[in-house]
């Protein structure tokens, strides 16, 4: 199966931008979606498709990629945007699988 | 509102099955997949497998492979994950989540369950 690496973590200060990225073969040719997960919480999707937020996700959130690289956005964090972000695509090894990325721990100071 | 409520927490011993399940309300529960998705204490989501809601298709994660089984009772919208052979390294919250959007998001999931396996 293929991997999705992401950055371990990343800090911000509150109200600047930070960037997630999530590199992977199989981003070439499928959809990446994101997930924010905060302590002791089920996942919350933020992202998905090109660049689409689901109801209720603030428009600080965005989505961008190219090639084999995705990209999550946060421009002027909130403390409540502390959490781990996923990303999630098809597995390049086959079009039937899923793989989630490795996570980034996200502090926002 | 579109929601996956599972089952309560479990304690087994090693060697035993546990089967966790997975009610679907506020959509048409056929019209879509479920996946499995576990996180083990400290650690990342990892993919389990997803499931057809409509025709009980499945497809599974290579490493759970002969351990896993989903299936679905459609007259009461729920789904069920069925892991045989625990062993501690098992222990982990178990989530079920709506897939087979056009997007391939996986939307909504639900809140959880705890499965401990010890002896």
């Known amino acids: 199966s293929s991997e999705l690496t992401q950055d371990p973590a990343v800090s911000v200060a509150l109200g600047q931008t930070v960037r997630i990225t999530c590199q992977g073969d199989?981003?070439?040719?499928?959809?990446v979606s994101w997930y924010q997960q905060k302590a002791g919480q089920a996942p919350v999707l933020v992202i998905f498709?090109?660049?689409n937020r689901p109801s209720g996700i603030p428009d600080r959130f965005s989505g961008s990629g190219s090639g084999n690289t995705a990209s999550l956005t946060i421009t002027g964090a909130q403390a409540e945007d502390e959490a781990d972000y996923y990303c999630?695509?098809?597995?390049?090894?086959?079009?039937?699988?899923?793989?989630f990325g490795t996570g980034t721990k996200v502090t926002v100071l | 509102q579109v929601q996956l409520v599972q089952s309560g927490a479990e304690v087994k011993k090693p060697g035993a099955s546990v089967k966790v399940s997975c009610k679907a309300s506020?959509?048409?529960?056929?019209?879509?997949?479920i996946h499995w998705v576990r996180q083990a204490p400290g650690q990342r989501l990892e993919w389990m497998g997803w499931?057809?809601?409509?025709?009980?298709?499945?497809v599974y994660a290579q490493q759970f492979q002969g351990r896993v089984t989903m299936t679905r009772d459609t007259s009461i919208s729920t789904a069920y994950l069925e892991l045989s052979g625990l062993r501690g390294d098992d222990t982990a919250i178990y989530y079920c989540?709506?897939?087979?959007?056009?997007?391939?998001?996986?939307?909504?999931w639900g809140q959880g369950t705890l499965v401990t396996v010890s002896s």
């Open positions: 989540a709506r897939g087979g959007g056009p997007w391939d998001e996986i939307d909504p």
């Open positions: 506020g959509y048409t529960f056929t019209g879509y997949y």
């Open positions: 499931m057809n809601a409509n025709s009980g298709g499945k």
């Open positions: 199989s981003l070439r040719s499928h959809y």
């Open positions: 498709g090109k660049n």
């Open positions: 999630n695509s098809r597995d390049s090894s086959g079009n039937l699988l899923y793989v």
